[in-house]
């Protein structure tokens, strides 16, 4: 009787190892294949889709604005700019089908939204106490690190984010951000994508998706 239960105890030890890495392999595998994709998309072909879905006023952003900015901050504090991609895709909304994130910039992205279908978003400035897009349009124009923005496409159908006519689309302002990048999080125990943003305080923020608006948690907190 001993010898079988110690075969037994001897038999769990040995598959932990094998459990373990099956899980770490399933948890990271969103990003291990959205990296390569979004990679493989061209300049061109980016630009067209910003002009055709948002308008010509938004331009992307091919270059983190700090790395252009000598003597800002301490080189330790600064997130790792080759790392930039002005595309991020994953699944924000949670349906199954895949999303974009495309960091561009505009004076002003209120101007073509009802030309375009599109919302303007401050989730930033809502978290804090107040995000009506037409008061805090213009709160960073004037920052050439912070005046970014992020534009939202909801997939639809086999094409995503790529299809003619989006599930919806939003033009998220004002955050303050260096880096971005899809991070996988947690909320109501169900895994989600959310936008990770490194910001200029070396803090990380999530910009995630509620289920009816994007919403802002500062140093990626509980969802």
């Not at 009787?1 to 459990?19: G, I, K, N, Y």
């Not at 504090?77 to 699944?91: H, K, S």
């Amino acid at each position: 009787m001993r010898t079988s239960s110690f075969a037994r105890v001897l038999f769990v030890l040995c598959l932990a190892p094998a459990l373990l890495a099956w899980g770490q392999s399933t948890s990271t595998a969103t990003s291990s294949t959205a990296a390569p994709a979004a990679a493989q998309v061209s300049l061109a072909d980016l630009t067209a889709v910003v002009q055709k879905q948002f308008g010509s006023g938004f331009e992307v952003v091919t270059a983190p604005p700090m790395s252009k900015i000598g003597g800002a901050k301490v080189m330790t504090d600064q997130p790792d700019y080759t790392a930039w991609n002005p595309l991020l895709i994953g699944d924000f909304d949670g349906d199954g089908v895949e999303d974009a994130v495309i960091i561009a910039r505009n004076k002003n992205a209120l101007i073509e939204s009802d030309a375009y279908h599109y919302k303007v978003t401050d989730p930033y400035n809502d978290h804090f106490g107040y995000g009506n897009p037409t008061v805090t349009m213009d709160f960073n124009a004037q920052d050439p690190v912070h005046n970014l923005d992020l534009l939202i496409i909801h997939g639809s159908g086999k094409e995503g984010w790529r299809a003619e006519k989006p599930k919806a689309k939003y033009v998220v302002i004002n955050v303050p951000l260096e880096l971005a990048s899809v991070a996988h999080a947690t909320r109501k125990k169900k895994s989600v994508d959310a936008i990770r943003v490194e910001e200029s305080d070396t803090i990380s923020s999530l910009i995630f998706w509620d289920g009816k608006k994007y919403r802002y948690t500062p140093g990626g907190g509980t969802l």
